[in-house]
């Protein structure tokens, strides 16, 4: 009997969070001294910097000192793998508000003050803004790449019916409640502290260290807790951790740098907005004879995290249909805007949209329920074999998935309903939609498949916890907590979740691709297993019974006939000389992928889910809202079923916000202009559906993951896709051939463009009775 695993157990911040009193890096006491840092960026997208005049920002009042590229001790460089995005703008400018300098002051009110006092002249050049312009210029960030098999073009061709057409989708600015922010320390020796908001402490420290021109040993990053990060602290922290650690070794001062939220919007990445172009072929049952699609992916100035984003939204252009021919073709282009990074689902719902787009377009030209669509080209016996190769060993998993909720969605009464309302209402329409999902769980680099833990036991009985996985609001701490309880017997309270430190745990993967609970509660398992194990074998020794009779449970030791504590035994191993303390170390198994030639098995296994959404829609005006939504996801055997409703109900939302509200706007110069909540829509509670409805997919993992529990970080943001799907059933049922011409987001204007001209006193005249 499980005494904390797969209960819903509240978040070990909460009570701290809702009372406002767990600190964040911004709440930390300021060691005396500290220096704040502002950030000047660049007034043009593109061209060459002919003029940086600091020296009214030196005279400023409370300036310290003034931080250009040339103040960097080494190397003036952000990214982690590649030579291409600078710290600071040296030479050339590649996106507006691109970081220039930085004035490190007494206060940040006084900071902020000096850096417009900065003259700063570029030889400006004509910027690659969107997509079309960066394709046009044919710059890319990494060379382009497909998945082909068979012969596409020849399958389409012989199809009895083809259907084809672009599909644009915007970005989305991270919002994280908790802004970019870092406080570097200076230690003795060349050493550096920084406390970070990153979801990637192990990158901030090599990257901190480089720039520095020390080796890693003598930077330690350390994160208690983020507030928030969706990806936007993958790899974008380390840039103001480098400035803060920059300003914080010529000042010999510590420094702290938050960023302003519109400097936040500016100088920050969003996820990778698309251009899908694509043609499938099919017969008239609907079934997918080949499919051609194009993904072209705005990435802005430099790689960052494009290599993996738009691999995975190839990965899951498929969504959960077999291709019999396809040719998955991607283009990665440099445009002169913020290089754009990691997001929830790490280009997964650029691919399932497509994916999806593509399905109702086949429905509606053959006058079929979308939803019948989609299960006749499910993957299924015989049909199981992904574009990448790897063989879909549970789509038995998905199609009960999906039947279960077509069910207690009442999804064909529901259809018919809203077919019938539709029927008597011309302006405003309703749309339903039931979308599935399959996505894969690991990260398609294989390297960072991999976790440690420190585990510490106490001669009092309590347990130090530490790992590499970085807590973001997400419950990965009291998730990893529960597992530590749960194997040494002991109560939660007992427990001490400690900060991710790269003195505790080195060379630590990101936590993102969903994978966090999965590698660091293995990580974990093992450290605490083998303390455990050196217990046993002591308290079999010397009570003289066999291993199997000593039981830990219930915060007590059953050795053979007696019962002790768990503490007193653990000082009594102590006064053995028995170490109570561990390292754990986890690999992803199963994984192995040849890039070169498009084949392998990227995933250990896959999440699967399904959403049925309902909206309405204002034919006149372009609004909309979502009546009801329904969900059931797949999270294998739940470590914690409360966090994991509340990691679907807040994806799922935030997936809303993506495809109907957020809204990236930038000028013909470069410049964002949505910079600001003002003028950028994040949903809010009355986006939430009224009528909404989670449930949790019975069954355990398959594969052997950490007490057969399944990731649910990102999948459920693709659920949203549901919303989408529906607002272009509801545009198509008020100007049929109109939803396939509506783009993401599906805003007001967006839905009115897709509608086109529209005559209401036409439609209502339609129902007026004669004369």
Known sequence: MLRHVRKPLAHDSAIKQVQGAAPYIDDLPEPQGTLHVAVGGAPAARGTLTKLDLDRVRKAPGVVAVITAADIPAKNCVSAHMDDEPIFAAAQVDFHGQPVFAVAATSRDAARRAVPLATIEVAAEPPAVTVDQGLA???????????????????????????????????QEHFYLEGQIALAVPGEDGAMLVHSSTQHPTEVQHIVARALGVSDAFVTCEVRRMGGAFGGKETQGSQWAAIAAVAARVTRRPCKLRLDRDDDFVMTGKRHDFRVDWSVGFDHD???????????????????????????????????????????????????????????????????????????????????????????????????RT????????????????????????????????????????????????????????????????????VHVYQDGSVHLNHGGTEMGQGLFQKVAQIAAEEFGIGLDRVRITPTS????????????????????????????????????????????????????????????????????????????????????????????????????????????????????????????????????????SLNPAIDIGQIEGGFVQGMGWLTTEELVFDDSGRLLTHAPSTYKIPVASDVPADFRVALFGGANREETIYRSKAVGEPPFMLAISVFCAIADAVEAACPGAGQKLDAPATPEAILQAIGPFDAAAALAVLAPPS
């Open 137 to 171: 210029t044919g710059e890319r960030v990494l060379p382009d790449y497909a998945f082909v098999g068979g012969d596409v073009s020849a399958a389409i061709a012989a199809a009895p019916l083809q259907a084809g057409g672009t599909l644009r989708m915007g970005g």
């Open 387 to 454: 574009p990448y190769g790897q063989v879909i060993e549970d789509h038995d998993v998905g199609l009960a998935l999906i039947e279960q909720i077509e069910c207690t969605s009442d999804y064909r009464a529901r259809r018919a309903e809203i077919a019938a309302f539709n029927q008597t209402s011309p302006i405003l329409k309703r749309g339903l939609a039931l979308t599935p999902l399959k996505f894969g769980i690991s990260f398609t680099l294989a390297s960072m498949n991999q976790a440690g833990a420190l």
């Open 286 to 384: 609907g079934r997918i004879a080949g499919l051609d699609v194009l993904l072209a992916a705005r990435c802005g100035l430099s790689a960052d995290c494009s290599a993996g984003v738009v691999d995975r939204a190839m990965f899951h252009a498929d969504n959960t249909y077999h291709l019999p021919a396809f040719r998955i073709d991607s283009r990665r282009v440099r445009t002169n805007t913020v290089s754009n990074t990691a997001f929830r689902g790490f280009g997964g719902p650029q691919g399932m949209l497509a994916a999806e787009r593509m399905i109702d377009a086949i429905a509606w030209q053959l006058g079929r329920d979308p939803l019948d669509i989609r299960k006749t080209n499910f993957y299924a016996p015989g049909r199981d």
């Open 502 to 637: 790269t003195e505790k745990v080195p060379n630590t993967s990101p936590t993102a691709a969903s994978s966090g609970s999965d590698l660091n509660g293995m990580a974990v398992l093992a450290a605490a297993r083998t303390i455990k194990a050196r217990m046993t074998a002591f308290a079999a020794d010397n009570w003289s019974v066999p291993e199997e009779q000593v039981v830990f449970q219930d915060d007590h030791v059953l050795i053979g006939n007696q019962r002790i504590g768990f503490g007193e035994l653990a000082k009594a191993a102590h006064g053995g000389r028995v170490s109570l303390s561990s390292t754990g170390y986890y690999k992803t198994p199963k994984l192995h992928w040849d890039r070169a030639r498009g084949i392998g098995h990227p995933f250990f296994y896959y999440a699967w889910g399904a959403a049925v959404s309902e909206v309405l829609i204002d034919a006149t005006t372009g609004e909309n809202k979502v009546l009801r939504a329904d969900i059931l996801h797949d999270v294998g055997r």
